[in-house]
């Protein structure tokens, strides 16, 4: 992963997802207005409970705290991925 580096979002980036999730309904809402209005990609917040809030320029509590929801919903969403 260290090698990993963020890139912008596009619409040519996105056809390639089979399921697609967002961090808030406003992620949503953008890529559902990148995506022709034909796909049939599955678009979702991450959490079905509440969003989870980017913590880009925040300390490092709370990139902690949101590394933990991030990875108590990807669990749940890959047990249901599964069935």
Known sequence: ISSHVSKPISGK???????????TNSHVITVTQLLPTENNIPISTLSSDSEITDPYGMNQNVY??????????????LKELSQ
């Open 64 to 77: 902690d705290q949101t590394a933990k929801i991030l990875y108590s919903v990807i669990q749940d969403r």
């Open 13 to 23: 980036l996105l056809q390639n997802a089979s399921i697609i999730y967002g961090m």
